[in-house]
Antibody
Framework: QLQLRESGPGLVKPSETLSLACTVS??????????WAWVRQPPGKGPEWIGT???????NYNPFLQSRVTISVDTSKNQFFLSVTSVTAADTAIYYC????????????????WGQGTRVTVSS | EIVLTQSPDTLSLSPGERATLSCRAS??????LAWYQQRPGQAPRLLIW???NRATGVPARFSGSGSETDFILTVSSLEPEDSAVYYC?????????FGGGTKVEIK
């Protein structure tokens, strides 16, 4: 069964870089069937898509975050990563790693399943 | 950016009642909308994709309808475990966006 688990520091100082990892189990992250993404949810608000890693290695980012975000992958460890530079209090959120919905051989820009999430607070 | 507006903010109903949640898009998104359920302390869970398709394992009491700019999520007969916040999300534009959510409270 496919599972995703986020890991990383729970506290980051303003202006520093937030770095998270997502460990995927149950499937190979390099499979051509799957797209992977990061979504965050600030306290009391709805989710916000951060960016997607496609099977080709191409990435696509939320235009509001694009200048500060990088998603990368390490297929040998079956992990993908999120980096957000120059963080501020507005980056405080629960960060989820997710897989895009797959129906047969088709991939959709919806998210299923989700990891359990990791809470990140930006504070000095 | 496509803005999704959900209403009402909160719905308070008794077990067995019917819940009707609305999601309105700022422009035509065809049927390219999903609904998620988020129970307290949990990650969101996909319920409905492309407006009316139930995701794997979702009970039949959940149904979705609508197209273009107006969408509805219906829970035909509420169960206590349906207490949650429900979000809509569009995939019409590559900048994927979510609504602000509707909280469903079970009396």
């Amino acid at each position: 069964q496919l599972q995703l688990r986020e890991s990383g520091p729970g506290l980051v100082k303003p202006s520093e870089t937030l770095s998270l990892a997502c460990t995927v189990s149950g499937v190979s992250i390099s499979s051509t069937h799957y797209y992977w993404a990061w979504v965050r949810q600030p306290p009391g608000k709805g989710p916000e898509w951060i960016g997607t890693l496609y099977d080709s290695g191409r990435t696509n980012y939320n235009p509001f975050l694009q200048s500060r975000v990088t998603i990368s992958v390490d297929t040998s460890k079956n992990q993908f990563f999120l980096s957000v530079t120059s963080v501020t209090a507005a980056d405080t959120a629960i960060y989820y790693c997710v897989k895009h919905l797959t129906i047969g051989a088709s991939r959709y820009n919806f998210f299923d399943p989700w990891g359990q999430g990791t809470r990140v607070t930006v504070s000095s | 950016e496509i803005v999704l507006t959900q209403s009402p903010d909160t719905l308070s109903l008794s077990p067995g009642e019917r819940a009707t949640l609305s999601c309105r898009a700022s422009q035509n998104i065809s049927i390219l909308l999903a609904w998620y359920q988020q129970r307290p302390g949990q990650a969101p869970r996909l319920l409905i994709w492309d407006a009316s398709n139930r995701a794997t394992g979702v009970p039949a009491r959940f149904s979705g309808s609508g197209s273009e700019t107006d969408f509805i999520l219906t829970v035909s007969s509420l169960e206590p475990e349906d207490s949650a916040v429900y979000y809509c999300q569009q995939r019409r534009d590559w900048h994927l966006t979510f609504g602000g959510g509707t909280k469903v409270e079970i009396k």
